[in-house]
């Protein structure tokens, strides 16, 4: 799935975002005034308003709080390229340093019937090319 987080949405910081997702781990942005934790990355922290901040590594763990599955029924809305992938299942998930926002993500490799809400998961980038957030248990 792309655009979970959409490419350049957000300018310099998402692409920041999506490269330190590539030397694989998840940062999220800490506010140098407040120090707050945003997601997702930000320009100015939604906290304060002071423009910047810095990454910080938060190891990818986090718990499910919500997800969904969407079925064929609903795939002719759905980009060409992911009707052939239903059904998938949506998650968002919570980081602990990041507690105000919940992360969205693609869940992968976890049967449905054992998704469970406060099931530890793994945030990391998806194996394609496109840019999304996958979770696995
Ligand atoms: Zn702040």
Do not use: Y
């Not at 060409?80 to 693609?106: N, Y």
Request: glycine share 10%; with cysteine; charged share 20%.
């Amino acid at each position: 799935m792309r655009n979970l987080i959409a490419e350049g949405r957000r300018g310099q910081c998402m692409n920041d975002f999506w490269s330190l997702l590539r030397g694989g781990a998840l940062h999220l942005q800490r506010c140098s005034s407040c120090e707050f934790v945003r997601f997702p990355p930000a320009d100015t922290c939604p906290s304060c308003g002071v423009p910047g901040g810095s990454w910080v590594d938060c190891g990818g763990r986090g718990t499910l709080r919500a997800w969904t599955v969407t079925h064929p029924a609903a795939s002719n809305r759905l980009p060409t390229r992911l009707r052939a992938e239903v059904p998938f299942v949506l998650g968002l998930v919570e980081v602990p340093m990041c507690s105000s926002f919940l992360i969205p993500v693609r869940i992968t490799g976890v049967p449905q019937e054992l998704l469970k809400l406060g099931l530890q998961m793994n945030v990391r980038l998806g194996p394609s090319e496109a840019r999304q957030l996958v979770a696995t248990a």
